[in-house]
């Protein structure tokens, strides 16, 4: 990989590499391989966790760090271009990470940039570092990425996690239940994929009925950012709450995962359940990150 922008692009060894690589830097960190290097993290839209598990990535292996949180206090705010924003931060650094709303910001500023740019989120469309930090939880938990059943729920139109999941996993012959109000189904190209290369899928409203047989449950946020009529958000925003007795009868290996933030999709008791999973995930994207940056740089 020369720039990761989407997990369509990527192989079913680019992921295993990943995810093994993950592994590698959890077990035995190295503070001092990418001394010298100088990372970009251009941030469009807010985060949390993606722009502060980057940076800890560059970091704790040894590389700096120059970006912003806030476009606002960037010159985009008086009017530069992102092409010509790209063109002057490609002056700076070795590897620029960015997160835009507009979806395909990632690929066009990979077109007109010499040096690697990874896809941070751009808009509803891809969020592909969170898929591989998703996958390198799933095997974590599972033990294989094989055969597994997976249920999403919720936001499944405008969440860019669950888009860029359940492309990754099509290499591993999962059967999926997507949960969500009418309002949030998948858009029609992601069941068109997986008709496509003949993946288990079906869709439906009611989030009891997906508990009882899957292996991995992930819950995602009503994403109210994406929303042009905040009556329609208004409408859908409760549709789900996971809370901790529903979690009886489920399977022991059943493990919650959630990209967070979370909003009311997870009851905080769910928190203390041993099934629970979604802030340790959170974690294994430093490793997951490291394991990008460094396969991107070559330098692993
Ligand atoms: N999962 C995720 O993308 O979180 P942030 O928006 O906080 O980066």
């Not at 720039?3 to 295993?16: A, F, G, N, P, R």
């Not at 047989?213 to 709450?241: G, P």
């Not at 769910?270 to 460094?294: H, L, S, T, W």
Request: with cysteine.
């Amino acid at each position: 990989m020369n720039k990761l922008v989407s997990i369509s692009d990527c192989t079913k060894e680019d992921l295993l590499h990943i995810v093994n690589l993950a592994e590698k830097f959890e077990k035995n960190p190295n503070p001092h391989l990418l001394d010298g290097k100088l990372v970009a993290t251009l941030f469009f839209e807010p985060s949390t966790r993606t722009r502060l598990s980057f940076e800890t990535a560059v970091q704790r292996l040894g590389g700096r760090v120059i970006g912003f949180s806030d476009a606002a206090t960037s010159s985009s705010s008086k009017g530069e271009t992102l092409h010509d924003t790209i063109k002057m931060v490609s002056n700076y650094v070795d590897l620029i990470v960015m997160r835009h709303p507009i979806e395909g910001a990632a690929r066009y500023a990979s077109e007109i940039t010499n040096i690697p740019v990874i896809n941070a989120g751009d808009g509803s469309n891809q969020h592909p570092t969170q898929t591989m930090l998703d996958l390198y939880s799933i095997k974590k938990t599972q033990g294989t990425l094989e055969n597994l059943t997976i249920s999403m729920v919720g936001d499944l139109k405008y969440g860019r996690t669950v888009h860029s999941l359940l492309m990754a996993m099509r290499f591993f012959n999962p059967t999926y239940h997507f949960v969500a109000p009418n309002e949030l189904k998948l858009p029609a190209q992601y069941p068109e994929f997986m008709r496509k290369n003949n993946i288990k899928f079906d869709e439906r409203e009611d989030m009891n009925s997906v508990l009882a047989d899957s292996d991995i449950l992930y819950m995602t946020r009503v994403q109210q950012e994406r929303f042009t009529d905040l009556v329609e958000y208004e409408k859908v925003k409760n549709t789900y709450t996971l809370r901790s007795n529903m979690l009886e009868g489920t399977k022991s290996n059943l493990k919650i995962l959630h990209p967070l933030p979370r909003i009311n999709e997870i009851a905080p008791d769910v928190d203390d359940n041993p099934k629970a999973y979604y802030f340790e995930q959170a974690r294994n994207g430093v490793f997951a990150r490291q394991a990008v940056i460094c396969s991107i740089l070559g330098m692993c």
